[in-house]
């Protein structure tokens, strides 16, 4: 049986804050870091017209911290910090970042999956949408100060992409393409 003892805050930000948990776990007194951090969604974007997934560039920077780069290619994603349904935020997150107008309805539930289990575990839930040239309504990059690059990659590289250790690509992002090669490419 676990049992929680006592919790700490440590520190606390905009979007994340640091925890120190002492607990029971088998008859052992234990103690835990913990960043808690919002839930997310995430997009696979298929382009029917470019024949291309969608995915976008962004500066991270915790990743410049460890490559002095910072740049990694992800899905179009967002935090769920608002009051609204995950579908719904994945639909303004396709809008704002990459520029595609897309009803929430076709919106397909890929998987959610659990990140970074160790310090935050933070989950992630995973749709797919396919969209043509009639979606598009603008040319995305996000809104206020994010600095988003959307970037097309051809149907015949994916699997390249995914396996390219020069590309920073997030975990996410090469399980949708996975699933996208297994499930979709050809049909």
């Known amino acids: 049986m ?3 003892k006592k919790i700490n805050e440590i520190c606390k930000g905009k979007f994340l804050s640091l ?3 002492f607990f029971n776990y088998k008859g052992r007194l234990k103690r835990w870091e913990v960043c808690n951090s919002m839930d997310s969604v995430a997009v696979l974007i298929y382009d029917k017209d470019l024949d291309s997934l969608i995915l976008v560039k962004q500066f991270r920077l915790p990743v410049f911290l460890k490559n002095k780069d910072g740049y ?7 935090l769920c910090d608002k009051a609204k349904p995950k579908r719904v935020i994945a639909k303004e997150e396709v ?7 897309v009803d929430e309805s076709r919106l397909k539930k890929i998987t959610s999956t659990w ?3 160790g310090t935050n575990a933070a ?6 949408v396919e969209v043509d040239s009639r979606d598009k309504v603008n040319r995305g990059g996000g809104v ?3 600095d988003i690059e959307v970037i097309e990659i051809k149907k015949e590289i994916v699997e390249k992409v995914i396996f390219d250790e020069s590309v920073v690509l997030t975990p996410g992002a090469k399980f949708a393409m996975l699933w996208w090669l ?5 049909k």
């Open 2 to 4: 676990i049992e929680i």
């Open 19 to 21: 925890k120190e948990v």
């Open 72 to 78: 990694t290619l992800e899905l179009c994603a967002g």
């Open 95 to 101: 809008l704002e970042e990459c520029g595609y107008d």
């Open 115 to 117: 990140a970074s289990v």
């Open 123 to 128: 989950n992630q839930t995973i749709y797919y």
């Open 144 to 146: 206020d100060d994010e």
């Open 182 to 186: 297994h499930y979709k490419k050809d």
